[in-house]
T-cell receptor, first 113, second 110 residues
Framework: DTEVTQTPKHLVMGMTNKKSLKCEQH?????MYWYKQKAKKPPELMFV???????INESVPSRFSPECPNSSLLNLHLHALQPEDSALYLC????????????FGPGTRLTVL | SQQGEEDPQALSIQEGENATMNCSYK?????LQWYRQNSGRGLVHLIL?????REKHSGRLRVTLDTSKKSSSLLITASRAADTASYFC??????????FGQGTRLTINP
């Protein structure tokens, strides 16, 4: 199984809402990533988890809160977002924590009203 | 920050023609990867070339790497409509993360 799954596919939320994005992989990968991608732009790294521990936080605002409950699961908790946070949120995983081949999920399209 | 630059930003060709896109970067790298992204979907890994390799092939894909010029090219031969997508290069610069280029939007016209 070489698939990374993400739920939900689409999410619309107000600025006062709290929501969560979920990512799952069953490839035994030890590193997992959250990216944010705006239209016609490359993915921007947000967080890296290595062996279930947060290893990189790219100075992301605290309204985004990542969580890695186990080696297969990665969550991104959202609270008090701004309209400019609307984007495609991509999850990825790789076998090791070094920057080798990454496997991406299909993404969650987030709209903040 | 995204440091890679890709050229051209957009490319439109006829089905059956070859497509070439280029990627330049600024620092030394461990490897360079190419990814494809269909509209609004996740990225798909295409090929990885290590810093000590100069050329690599995978099916209709050919990737070259010139570390002295800090550049790479991706050639897609005998293009098909299904190759329509955005293509990103990504470099491993040794900080446990990939740095993505700005991407090339490729359109294959039937």
């Amino acid at each position: 199984d070489t698939e990374v799954t993400q739920t939900p596919k689409h999410l619309v939320m107000g600025m006062t809402n709290k929501k969560s994005l979920k990512c799952e992989q069953h490839m035994g990968h030890r590193a997992m990533y959250w990216y944010k991608q705006k239209a016609k732009k490359p993915p921007e790294l947000m967080f890296v988890y290595s062996y279930e521990k947060l290893s990189i936080n790219e100075s992301v605002p605290s309204r985004f809160s990542p969580e890695c409950p186990n080696s297969s699961l990665l969550n991104l908790h959202l609270h008090a977002l701004q309209p400019e946070d609307s984007a495609l949120y991509l999850c990825a995983s790789s076998q090791w924590e070094r920057a080798d081949t990454q496997y991406f999920g299909p993404g969650t399209r987030l709209t903040v009203l | 920050s995204q440091q890679g630059e890709e050229d051209p930003q957009a490319l439109s060709i006829q089905e059956g023609e070859n497509a070439t896109m280029n990627c330049s970067y600024k620092t030394s790298i461990n490897n360079l990867q190419w990814y494809r992204q269909n509209s609004g979907r996740g990225l798909v890994h295409l090929i990885l070339i290590r810093s000590n390799e100069r050329e690599k092939h995978s099916g209709r894909l050919r990737v070259t790497l010139d570390t002295s010029k800090k550049s790479s090219s991706l050639l897609i031969t005998a293009s098909r409509a299904a190759d329509t997508a955005s293509y990103f290069c990504a470099t491993d610069q040794g900080a446990q993360k990939l740095v993505f280029g700005q991407g090339t939007r490729l359109t294959i016209n039937p």
